[in-house]
């Protein structure tokens, strides 16, 4: 099902107010368009029925005294439904067409250059289909510098600009169209922009975004409003929600949902056999489901972050550990702690094409019980079943901690043994001092995202064999996974008491163990120039 903010009035073909004609003449501005990548005679600018009905939603309704009711639109939707387009298209409106205040700005903001840049290229790809508009028009668009569009008859402007590019302050925008919310680094330029529009008589601002992550950011707050606003708990007629949201409890798989929440799938705009194909990944990794439901079914997820991987997934490798481990090639990872918390050893043996872990942890003896209760997690009983060594004190003994890596060394072909640098030294030291191989790894996105793509590969093709231990499905269990906007994840904890020590140390030892394969990226140049900059 749908959210009750869900626009059946785009489609339901209900009467929209136009007593001054606003609402037609921008229609018919937008017709006149060209686009370089029209399919239409004469590369006419396509507006569909349903993008038509908004346009003439916007701009149509009027006060008795002749100004705009619509002051602030929020469009949510999903990729593929050529939002791109329409910013370049409404801005060339406000810039050149009949919307336009002489002298006025106008502006396309976005969170950085190349976003912003997105919606610019699209109207100046519009001006240049046109001589008559080449001939009115002067575009700047050097590369990393200012890039605008100016109408020569009276002086109004379009400028493209972002978060990164400094303070905003200053600016007396008549029109605004704020690209992708969700992604803004933090809300200055919305506040810079917000405020200064008051400045203008009858200026508009356009949010159009696909749905987010979490509440504590500046596009949740708009959006949340802005579904206020269309259910009725807010009476607000300046603001226009178009919400083509998702419900987070619905059927991601019913395609009759992609549908419902794309509306130009059935017009061509997406391919039905990529989303099924991102639907079946989804099937098995939790990271591809969620991003399938944000950016395909414009799901606003209420985590900042994804788990790490589906336990029902993990735990195809529970079963009996194989037989013939003594002596084959082992990778060891170690996720040391302060002396009061968990540590963690896994070993990770090669055999045939399966990915063997042992895992060992460490914790202090005293008080196991209240450490217990504090992260609500059965230590004495995982204790007693040989799953975890209380060494004795409240700290941990990290010469109990050496001795088992010593331990592992006699008993696997040990390759390498790698520390998280933090606390390593203790137990790091007196091993490298006597030969083992030992090596850092950092815990940053340039060493995890790799690392996390392998151990998932891992995992989905059914070759992490872990034995069912509880400790470290218990661990893998609290990951959670941050995903920046540039796609690189990184391991965190789910919430502030849960331990992902041994994820943490199986990451590493996976990683290293199918390093081994081929020559991945922790050999390549890319990855050597990364790591010269820490």
Known sequence: ????????????????ADPLG??????????????????????????????????????????????????????????????TSLAGALSLLHTIGPERVPGGEN???????????????????????????????????????????HFIRDGSFLEAISGDAGTQHGRTPAFVFADELHIWRNAELWKALKSAMVKSQGSLLVVATTSGRGQENIAFEIVDRARKVASGEIIDPTMLPILFETAADADWKDEALWYAANPGLALGYQDIEGLRQLAREGETSITARETFR????????????????????????????????????????????????????????????DFVVLPHFFCPGDNLRARADRDGVPYPAWAAAGHLAPTPGNVIDYSAVEACIRGLNERFDVREIGFDPAYAQAVMGPLTDDGLPTATIR?????????????????????LLHGGHPVLRWCFDNVAIHTDSAGNRTMHK?????????AVATWMAVS???????????????????????
Not at 126 to 136: G, Q, S, T
Not at 306 to 319: H, K
């Open 294 to 353: 944000q950016y395909n079914l414009n799901v606003w997820l209420d985590h900042s972050t994804d788990p790490f991987v589906d336990m029902q997934i993990y735990d195809r490798g529970g079963g009996a550990l194989p037989d013939g481990l003594d002596g084959l090639p082992c990778w060891i990872g170690v996720d040391m702690s302060t002396t009061t918390d968990l540590t963690a050893v896994v070993a990770c043996i090669r055999k045939d094409d």
């Open 22 to 83: 606003h609402g037609e003449r921008a229609v018919q501005f937008l017709r006149a368009l060209r686009h370089p990548k029209s399919t239409l005679p004469k590369r006419a600018f396509r507006l569909d029925e349903w993008q038509e009905r908004i346009i003439r939603r916007i701009y149509g309704p009027r006060n008795e005294d002749g100004t705009r009711v619509v002051k602030t639109v929020v469009l949510v939707i999903a990729r593929g439904n050529r939002k």
């Open 512 to 534: 290293r163990a199918a390093a081994s394969e081929t020559r991945s990226f922790y050999d390549s140049d890319a990855f050597t120039e990364d790591m010269a900059s820490f």
């Open 443 to 463: 815990q940053g996105w340039v060493t995890q995202s790799p690392a996390l793509n392998e151990l998932e590969r891992v995992i989905l093709a059914g070759k």
């Open 107 to 149: 502006i396309l903001a976005a969170s950085d250059r190349k976003q912003a840049g997105y919606g610019f290229r699209e109207a100046a790809g519009i001006v240049r289909e046109d001589k008559r508009l080449v001939a009115a028009t002067r575009i700047y668009d050097a590369h990393n510098s200012v890039k605008t569009i």
């Open 494 to 502: 789910g919430k502030s008491r849960d331990r992902v020590d041994g």
């Open 1 to 16: 099902m749908m959210t009750k903010t869900y626009p059946h009035w785009i489609f339901d073909g209900s009467e929209i």
